[in-house]
């Protein structure tokens, strides 16, 4: 999907952001952490009660490329369990090489599986920011390659930066 996006569409790459709930939740959690040129790829993630198995190995590997993220979930999810949300965020902030942001985890305290009503309300907020103004404060540095060009990148502490491309042979 995310290659038939930027593929196909005009959109701003240093801006590629992954949300998605329960199954979702999971897919975002699995495409972030498959590989670090996918994790590098994308600007920020927001699982949503994601039903997938944490390790410590793709915790590790979001950690390392200081990948931002808020994850969400209802602590009696009666569908997915919080320790998901509880073991993936504890992976991240205590593997090797934490990220700068530590990722985050909001645990609503009430029962059933809908977290994402409150997660993707544009009126929920925490430390002043809902979860898209949270997203969009994020860029991620990309690379274009050209022969004898150069490029422009953007990174997360919102400095632009250029450099000549190596040459591709």
Same mark, same amino acid.
């Given at each position: 999907?995310?290659?038939?996006?930027? $593929?196909?569409?005009?959109?701003?790459r240093?801006?590629?952001?992954?949300?998605?709930?329960?199954m979702?939740?999971?897919?975002?959690?699995?495409?972030?952490?498959?590989? =670090?040129?996918? /994790?590098?790829?994308?600007? $920020?993630?927001?699982?949503? /009660?994601?039903? +997938? +198995?944490?390790?410590?190995a793709?915790? $590790?590997?979001?950690?390392?490329?200081?990948?931002?993220?808020?994850? =969400?979930?209802?602590?009696?999810?009666? =569908?997915?369990?919080?320790?998901? =949300?509880?073991?993936?965020?504890?992976?991240?902030?205590?593997?090797?090489?934490?990220?700068?942001?530590?990722?985050?985890k909001t645990?609503?305290?009430?029962?059933?599986h809908?977290?994402?009503?409150? +997660?993707?309300?544009?009126?929920y907020?925490?430390?002043?920011?809902?979860?898209?103004?949270?997203?969009?404060?994020?860029?991620?540095?990309? +690379?274009?390659?050209?022969?004898?060009?150069?490029?422009?990148a953007?990174?997360?502490?919102?400095?632009?930066?250029?450099?000549?491309?190596?040459?591709?042979?």
């Open positions: 999907l995310v290659n038939y996006v930027v $593929a196909n569409y005009k959109i701003d240093s801006r590629i952001y992954v949300t998605g709930l329960s979702g939740g999971g897919v975002t959690w699995n495409y972030a952490s498959n590989s =670090t040129a996918w /994790c590098r790829r994308i600007a $920020a993630i927001v699982p949503v /009660c994601g039903a +997938t +198995t944490p390790s410590t793709r915790g $590790a590997l979001m950690g390392k490329q200081d990948l931002p993220v808020w994850a =969400t979930h209802n602590q009696s999810d009666p =569908t997915v369990a919080v320790s998901n =949300t509880n073991n993936y965020i504890s992976y991240i902030n205590e593997s090797a090489t934490p990220p700068d942001p530590l990722a985050r645990i609503f305290p009430v029962s059933g809908d977290a994402w009503s409150t +997660t993707y309300n544009p009126n907020r925490e430390d002043g920011k809902n979860v898209y103004e949270w997203m969009l404060q994020f860029r991620r540095e990309f +690379t274009s390659t050209w022969i004898g060009g150069t490029s422009t953007w990174d997360n502490n919102a400095n632009w930066s250029e450099g000549i491309v190596p040459d591709a042979n």
